[in-house]
Every structure is written in C-alpha cells, then in structure tokens.
C-alpha cells in the first residue's frame, strides 16, 4: 500500500523535513585537498590497532586496541624510527588515534609489484603468543593515505554500490588452534585526474594474504610466494616472518570532495526510517494524550475551586454544596501550602540541575554542528573536542541555573554551592577515567590516554570552566529569587499513603521507559560504532530522537507529577528528578543485553573498560533526563498553581 504524501500530518511532514537522507561526505571551507604529480611520493601512514567484526564472527572480542608499532608485532619501521604525523586534536589523542609514520613507499600512478618492507622479522613464543591472541580478537589495521582510511570493498547487494570498511583484519582464526597471519598487502588507490598533470587520491583498498613462502632475497627484493600456503605463528619456537606489499592504481570519476561517500554508509537505512515513524507516532500519541488528560482535569479543577470561592460562609452547608456538585478543596489544591517547600538535599539537587543544564546545551549544540556537517569525519577527533570544549564553555549557563535554583529553594550555603557545582560532576568523570586508564597503560594500549594529556585536560577545565562557573553563580545569587505563586505554611502537612504505581521504585520505571523508547535505536548503532570502531555520521537520526525523547521525557514526567499532587504529596522535585532520570537504568540494561549479544571479552581489562564506560554514560544520561523531567515539572507547578486564586 502506498502513503501519499499529502495524507500526512503537517507535524509529521515538519519532522520528516529534517530527517537525513544516505550520508554525503564534504568538507568545510578553508579545507585545502593535496594534489599530486606522477611519480611524486604519496605517504602511508599507520594508526592503532582497533577491534573490529569480521564476516564469520560478528561480536568484538575485545576493548583494547594497540598501537601500531607495539614490540609485540614485528612490524617494519622506517629509517630513523616512526614519528608522529602532525598535532592531533585533544579528541583524537582521548579516542586513541596515534598516527605515525610507515616504511611503505607509495609514488602516484607508479604500479610495483612484491616490494620488501624490511628485514627478516623473527617471531618468538612470547611474541607469536602476543600476535595469535591479537588475531582471535579481531584486531584490525588503520591506514591512512592522504587522510583517507584504507579498507576492503563490500556490497549490500550484487548489483548495489560499492562500500568501503574503515581498517582490514591483522588475520583470520581458521580453526581453534590455528591463527593466520597476513604478511602481504595489495595496495588499491584510486586517483582523480584534477588538471594538467595534478592527481587526488580519492579511495583505498587493501586486500591482506598470508604467505609462509615470502622472502628477502639478497639484491634488497623479495619473492613473494604463491599464497598456496599460509603463514602461521608457532607458539612454541620461532617462526620467521617476511613483510611484503604491492601497489597498484587506478583512474576514478570520483571527485575528491565526494571520497568519504563510500564510508559513510548508513547501516540498516530501514531500522532508522521505523525507528523515527515509531518514536513520532510515541511522541504525538503521548503528548495529545497528557495534553487532553490534562487540560480537561485542570479545566474540571479550576472551574470546581473557583467556584468553590463564590459561595458565602453563611450559605455554605453541606446540602447547598452536595447540590451544586461543589466539595471541599480535595486533589492537588489541596497541598497548595506545601508544594514549594524546599526540598531535601537542596544543594545536591542545585547542583545536579546545574550540570544536567550544562550537558543539555552541551549534547544539543553538539548535534547541531555535526547535522549541518561542522565535524567532517576527515578532521579525526573533533567531535570529541567539539564536546570538552563546549562543555567548558556552558559552565557558565551550569553555574547560574544552580546558584538561581538553589536560592529558589531557600539554601543558604551559597559557598558551597559556587565551589562544589563546577567541581563534584567533573570531579567523578575524571575519576572514573582516570581509574579506566589506569587499565589501558598496565596493558600497554595505545588508547591510554597520556599524563600530558590529562595535564591538558585539568587546565581546560581550571582556566575555562571553573573561572565561567564561578561567574555564572555569582550572576545568579545577585539575582532575585523566583517567587512561588502561593504560600509555604510553616508546618509541613501529613502525606497519605500512595498508591502502588506512584510509589518511588515504581514510577522510576514507569516515567523512565518511554524516554528510552525514543533513543534505544540510535543507541544500538552509536554503541555499534564505538565498540566495533566504525564511522557514524547519521547525525539527523540523532537529532530527531533527541528532541523526541526531550518532548516525552518532559511530557511523561508532567504526568506523573500531576497524579502525585493529586494524591497529595508534594515531595515532587526530588521525584520528578529521579523518575526522569530512571531512563538511565534502561540505558544501563540495555548496555549489558548488548554485552551478551554482541561482545564476547575474553580478558579482565575489556570487562572493566566496557561496564566502567557504560556506568560512566549511564551517570551522565541520568543527570541529563532528570534535569529535563524537574524543569518541565517546575513550569507546570508554577502554571497551575498561578491560576487559581488562594486566601
């Protein structure tokens, strides 16, 4: 059955207008490409090791990636040892990306064939063990050539476009006891023709084999054997390896401002397009529902305690009121003397909301860069930069929304709140990766993050963040307080028992589940793409399911809070904090569903690197809901409690 357009929605039709169509690759301006004559040099340049699928076993075995010229792996080095390839930006260096310099000589256009990288390497146990266990977890290579990854070609269909996979296989597992090594390399570069005589690379395809009859002959060459039979490591002598490669090039139509097309393909387009028509159809039931409900059960309120105010003491009797249908004030009128009594821990809970609104200004403008194309997958780690930086520079939005909320709740150590807002969040998300890479430098992982870089870090945040936060808070409590639209009576009233689905565990897992719906999708291929080390770039799919889960998050929260009033517990800032927040379980639930289905570790540090991350994502995810879920339920108390007239 076909959907015409015309029979859709406005607000469907407005939704879709921004939903992302298959991914195009381009660069932002001021970025120069590098063009080539024939025969000029073009440089190979090696990254780290990472973990990646393969076609027969689907699941990461593994969460630690090494770096390409690790003692263990006998790789070639060039003359006068690797050296760093320009200054990598402080995302890249936190995700691992340690890009050196290679033995491979590559010349435009030049085609050679069974070239030497170097001398006889000779694999020991140790280093055989080392490599064997490497190849079961499915490492995989990171080349780079002119900046464009090097991997292998696929196709979803036979006759569909050709894709490319970012990185080839160290080797392949043959049976239980036997790994194969790759120890020659087939170099395919693709190069567009530009002008007279000027070249751009513009795809690279490496197609790995093992080949046990490899060696060096005596006049610097080598023969590279038949590839009749494999190389294998003996765990228990030595076993000597040659390293060997051939190159060759190609003319391609592509344009260079077009090359990263071929890697930025959308896994599963279909699962995103059902995934979007279903949190859509979530978010417009949800919220026409609240808003109905809602607006009926306040009009029903508003008109009875109106009322209820233009009857006369003397005319006031049971009869006359039972007659009118006009009771006493019952529901959520009721707690009106209560319901902006400050709550318990008020300074942790300021200080929770500052951050939460930092990490929402922080997420939101992130997502919007990347959707209009600002972190291009070619300039590496930027959109980790973009998120410390932006994050630093929000913490003066943190700082005053805390120092405001804080006074609004009558809290009088306002030291404490200007020192301890900026400091404890960051403080426990430091910590905590600081501890994890504590993990990656006993194992000797290229993904360590360096104590130079952590100096960087602390300074970041000591000379931008806190200075901003401070000021923030400064701005706040030099403000007035928001003043609540009734009184507080000075003793606190009772609260009956509630009912079991608006008890705390309970309504955690209620109001937490459909936030999560909105995201589950997006969170599967986004975990995807950090444990597999893949490239996500549908960035439109995140941005619609970010503003869906706000709307239901905010939405569902409202609700709750209104039938906790009316069961006539006022205790709702705390509530509608932690029930919001609650999506977060499903978030961390769901990470452990993904660990037994999609990853088998087999060592202690892949264990505690994967739950220590999740928990970390989990936290933030928490302060981040929650926040959503108190400041919508703060608007909605401040509205209805501002429309009915009190003595």
């Not at 310099?101 to 010349?107: K, Y």
């Not at 809602?294 to 003397?314: C, T, V």
């Not at 459909?514 to 975990?527: N, R």
């Not at 509608?576 to 088998?600: D, E, P």
């Amino acid at each position: 059955m076909r959907l015409a357009i015309s029979s859709l929605p406005y607000g469907v039709l407005f939704l879709l207008s921004f939903a992302p169509f298959p991914a195009t690759g381009f660069y932002l301006p001021g970025v120069v490409p590098t063009s080539y004559k024939e025969g000029s040099a073009v440089p190979l340049h090696v990254n780290r090791l990472t973990p990646m699928g393969s076609d027969t076993d689907t699941q990461a075995r593994s969460a630690v990636s090494f770096g390409y010229y690790h003692p263990g792996f006998h790789f070639c080095r060039p003359e006068g040892g690797p050296k760093d390839v320009g200054p990598e930006s402080l995302g890249a260096v936190i995700f691992g990306d340690r890009i050196k310099t290679s033995p491979f000589e590559l010349h435009m256009m030049k085609n050679e064939t069974c070239k030497r990288l170097c001398g006889e390497q000779k694999f020991d146990t140790r280093g055989a063990t080392f490599v064997n266990r490497r190849i079961r977890e499915n490492l995989g290579h990171n080349w780079l050539v002119d900046g464009l990854p090097a991997g292998q070609p696929y196709r979803l269909s036979e006759n569909g476009p050709l894709y490319f996979t970012r990185g080839f296989p160290l080797g392949r597992h043959q049976n239980e006891q036997n790994e194969i090594l790759y120890n020659h390399f087939d170099i395919g570069i693709d190069y567009h023709a530009v002008g007279a005589g000027d070249y751009r690379v513009v795809g690279v395809r490496v197609d790995p084999s093992s080949r046990a009859g490899s060696k060096n002959l005596d006049d610097k060459t080598a023969n590279c054997g038949d590839g009749s039979t494999p190389l294998s490591l003996n765990e228990k002598g030595e076993t000597s390896v040659t390293w060997t490669y051939s190159v060759y090039w190609r003319p391609s139509p592509i344009a260079w401002a077009i090359r990263w097309d071929a890697y930025l393909h959308v896994d599963d387009p279909g699962i995103h397009w059902f995934s979007l028509a279903y949190t859509t159809a979530i978010v417009v039931f949800l919220t026409a529902t609240v808003s109905a409900i809602l607006m009926r059960a306040l009009k029903r309120d508003f008109a009875r305690y109106n009322r209820l105010e233009s009857f006369n003491l003397d005319d006031f009797s049971t009869s006359a009121v039972t007659e009118d249908g006009v009771q006493e004030d019952s529901g959520w009128k009721l707690v009106h003397g209560d319901v902006f009594r400050p709550p318990k821990n008020p300074l942790l809970l300021s200080i929770f909301l500052g951050n939460g609104a930092q990490l929402f200004f922080m997420t939101g403008i992130t997502i919007v860069f990347a959707l209009f194309g600002f972190l291009s997958p070619s300039n590496r780690g930027s959109l980790g930069t973009a998120m410390i930086v932006l994050y630093c520079m929000f913490a003066g939005i943190g700082g005053y929304i805390s120092a405001r909320v804080y006074k609004a709740f009558g809290g009088e150590s306002w030291k404490r709140n200007i020192v301890i807002t900026p400091v404890m969040v960051p403080a426990i998300v430091f910590g905590t990766f600081f501890l994890l890479n504590l993990f990656l430098w006993v194992q000797g992982s290229s993904g360590a993050v360096p104590f130079t870089t952590m100096l960087v870090l602390v300074a970041i945040w000591f000379l931008i963040s806190l200075p901003l936060s401070f000021g923030g808070s400064w701005i706040g409590f030099k403000q007035a307080a928001f003043q609540a639209p009734v009184h507080t009576n000075q003793i606190p009233r009772q609260i009956p028992p509630s009912t079991q689905y608006l008890r705390p565990f309970t309504s955690m897992l209620i109001v937490g589940f459909l936030p999560f719906c909105a995201i589950f999708v997006e969170l599967y291929f986004i975990m995807n793409s950090l444990w597999f080390d893949k490239l996500y770039y549908m960035f439109g799919f995140v941005f619609l399911s970010y503003g869906i889960m706000i709307i239901t998050c905010a939405s569902v929260t409202i609700m709750f809070v209104y039938y906790l009033l009316c069961s006539e517990d006022y205790r709702w800032q705390w509530r509608s904090f932690n029930s919001a927040g609650a999506s977060s379980i499903f978030v961390f639930g769901f990470a452990l569903i993904y660990w037994i289905l999609r990853l088998r570790f087999g060592g202690l540090t892949s264990v505690v690197l994967y739950v220590g991350y999740s928990s970390l994502i989990t936290f933030l995810f928490f302060i981040l809901t929650g926040t959503i879920g108190f400041f919508s339920s703060w608007a909605f108390v401040q509205k209805i409690y501002s429309s009915i007239r009190i003595d």
